[in-house]
C-alpha cells in the first residue's frame, strides 16, 4: 500500500524538529513507501568507506540520510512560508496544489 505524501521531489521544505530545526532544503528523493525523504545537506551523516575498486573514493564520507517527511514543510515559492499545500480542482479538471496562506500555486 503506497502512502499518500504532499511533499513531491524538488520541492523547497524547511525542517521541522530535530538536530536541523529550522533549516530550508531542496528535497532530493522520496520515499512514499516508508514515509521518508532525502533533503539536500539536512540530516548529514559520516560513512566511513574503503576503496572498492581502483580510485574509488574511501574514507570518511558526508552523505544525506533520510528522515520522515512529518519533520519537513513545504515552503510556497511566493509567499515564502512554510504551508502545508492544499488541493484545488480547476474548471478544466485538472487537480493542482495550492499555498493555505496566499493561494497561490505551487
Known sequence: MKNKMSI???DQVVVLAGKDKGQRGKVLEVMPK????????????SRHTK????GAESGIL????????CKVM????????PT?????????????????KCGAEI
Open 34 to 45: 516508508d514515509g521518508k525523504l532525502v533533503v539536500e545537506g539536512i540530516n548529514m551523516v
Open 51 to 54: 576503496p572498492r575498486k581502483q
Open 84 to 100: 502545508r499545500p492544499a488541493s484545488l480542482i480547476k474548471a478544466d479538471g485538472t487537480k493542482v496544489r495550492v499555498c493555505k
Open 62 to 69: 558526508k552523505k544525506a540520510a533520510p528522515m520522515y517527511a
Open 8 to 10: 513531491k521531489k524538488d
Open 74 to 81: 513545504r515552503v510556497c515559492p511566493k509567499c515564502d512560508k
